[in-house]
């Protein structure tokens, strides 16, 4: 079974900072992209940040200078380091990647969520 589990979710003061951690697990072949998603209250879910298998990263204006998303491909993980959070990043992360598994079997999977809260 291939899954992705997500870890790092908390609260914190704003201006501090958190990283979060996705971890892909189970008969994997490749990674293609992989992404952080965020869903505050009351709205859609919103692209945060993506990484190509080659390293290209790409981020929403709202977070860009202040968030890094990197990977490790030899442990099939994904980082998001949020420095200088504001309260309006409160939401839940989602952890997404497009992957082949060993049978060759194309998927795009989505992670638990982690919630990161951010206080005034």
């Known amino acids: 079974q291939v899954q992705l589990v997500e870890s790092g979710g908390d609260l914190v003061q704003a201006g501090g900072s958190l990283r979060l951690s996705c971890a892909a697990s189970g008969s994997i072949l490749s990674i293609d992209a992989m992404a952080w998603f965020r869903q505050a209250p009351g709205k859609q879910r919103e692209l945060v940040a993506r990484v190509t298998s080659s390293g290209r990263t790409n981020y929403t204006d709202s977070v860009r200078g202040r968030f890094t998303i990197s990977r490790d491909n030899a442990k099939n993980t994904v980082y998001l380091q949020m420095n200088s959070l504001k309260p309006e990043d409160t939401a839940v992360y989602y952890c997404?990647?497009?992957?082949?598994?060993?049978?060759?079997?194309?998927?795009?999977?989505w992670g638990q969520g982690t919630l990161v809260a951010v206080s005034s």
């Open positions: 997404n990647a497009a992957l082949v598994t060993q049978s060759n079997r194309y998927l795009e999977l």
